[in-house]
């Protein structure tokens, strides 16, 4: 893995604390938002074969510390924005119940555009077949995200 001297050809600017605090927070959020979808989803097809809360236990710990560090970085400021006024994270609409999101780092210079792309849920009970594919691009300039749906028939 590169170091971001090696990526930039020149050292970063240093990160202010309370923007890496920010940045902390928001990536724990986001990591806690995946393994408690994951997590839950396979607890319900579990529940009846395991009958404990291990799951739910594990749930309820992470929550407690994502609750934790908002509250710490919120002391701080403006949890939502850095120091130099730009936002700590951007999400936009792929399709309705479906939102793509990107944390940007706390030093601009580190950021660079990035795209994503993916199957589309099915949101079908009865069914696992995405309905489509989707794809999203970053701009660190503008701090936005901009979202294309490509629906399978």
């Known amino acids: 893995m590169s170091t971001p001297q090696e990526r930039h050809g020149a050292a970063s600017p240093p990160v ?13 959020a986001d990591a806690w938002s995946f393994a408690s979808e994951a997590i839950g989803c396979a607890e319900c097809g579990a529940a009846d074969e395991f009958g404990d809360d291990v799951h739910a236990d594990a749930l309820a710990i992470m929550r407690s510390v994502v609750a934790e560090i908002r509250d710490l970085a919120a002391r701080l400021g403006d949890p939502h924005h850095y120091s130099d006024s730009r936002r700590v994270s951007t999400s936009a609409r792929i399709m309705d119940g479906f939102h793509a999101g990107h944390i940007w780092h706390p ?9 994503f792309r993916g199957a589309l849920p099915s949101f079908d009970d009865d069914s ?15 701090q936005t995200i901009t979202t ?6």
């Open 148 to 153: 294309r749906v490509v629906r399978c028939l």
């Open 16 to 28: 202010r604390a309370d923007d890496a605090l920010k940045y902390a927070a928001a990536t724990l």
């Open 128 to 142: 696992d077949v995405s309905s489509g594919r989707y794809e999203y691009d970053t701009d660190p300039a503008t």
């Open 107 to 115: 030093s601009a210079a580190e950021e660079q555009p990035q795209r």
